[in-house]
C-alpha cells in the first residue's frame, strides 16, 4: 500500500479502540469494521457507504444477492480495490474466509494480525495464521474510481 507509519498507526489505533466491543449491527459486523479502519486510516468514505448494505442481514443478503462472495469482490473492484493473494496480505488489505452465516467472514490486517468479529466473542484481534483466507482485496488509492 505504501502508505507509510502514519497509516499503519492508524490502523492499530483504531483495532485498540474497538478490541472486546460487542458484536452489533451494523458498526461491528467484520465487514463494518473492514471498511471503519480503512476509513480511519487512510482518511476514505467506505463505511458511510456501505451502511445501507449492511444494517441488517435482509439488507446484506439483497446487496450480495445470488452472487455472494464473488459479487462483492466485484463490487470492491469497481470502486477501486484489487485483488490480491490472501498470502501476501498487506496492512490495511481485506481478506475473506468465506464463512460466517452470509459467506464473507471478513478481516481486516492490522500489522501481522488480523481484526475481525463474530456473536460470540465481539471483536477480537488474533493472529493472521488463526484465519484461513479465500480471497482478499486491497485498496489502491492510486486507481481512477468512476
Excluded at 32 to 54: E, K, M, S, V
Excluded at 64 to 72: F, K, M, V
Excluded at 126 to 134: G, H, M, T, Y
Aim: proline fraction near 5%.
Amino acid at each position: 500500500m505504501g502508505w507509510g507509519m502514519n497509516f499503519n498507526q492508524a490502523l492499530c489505533d483504531f483495532a485498540v479502540a474497538v478490541q472486546g466491543e460487542p458484536y452489533t449491527r451494523p458498526d461491528t459486523v467484520c465487514l463494518a469494521l473492514a471498511f471503519r479502519g480503512l476509513d480511519a486510516a487512510a482518511g476514505t468514505n467506505f463505511y458511510p457507504q456501505c451502511h445501507p448494505h449492511i444494517c441488517s442481514s435482509a439488507s446484506m443478503r439483497r446487496y450480495l444477492g445470488s452472487t455472494g462472495l464473488d459479487g462483492l469482490i466485484g463490487k470492491l473492484l469497481a470502486v477501486g480495490f484489487e485483488e490480491v493473494d490472501p498470502h501476501g496480505m498487506q496492512p490495511g488489505d481485506i481478506g475473506f474466509t468465506g464463512g460466517g452465516p452470509l459467506g464473507i467472514g471478513a478481516v481486516l490486517m492490522v500489522g501481522s494480525k488480523v481484526l475481525t468479529s463474530n456473536p460470540a466473542d465481539g471483536v477480537v484481534v488474533c493472529a493472521a495464521e488463526q484465519v484461513i483466507l479465500q480471497r482478499a482485496v486491497r485498496f489502491n488509492r492510486f486507481s481512477e474510481v468512476n
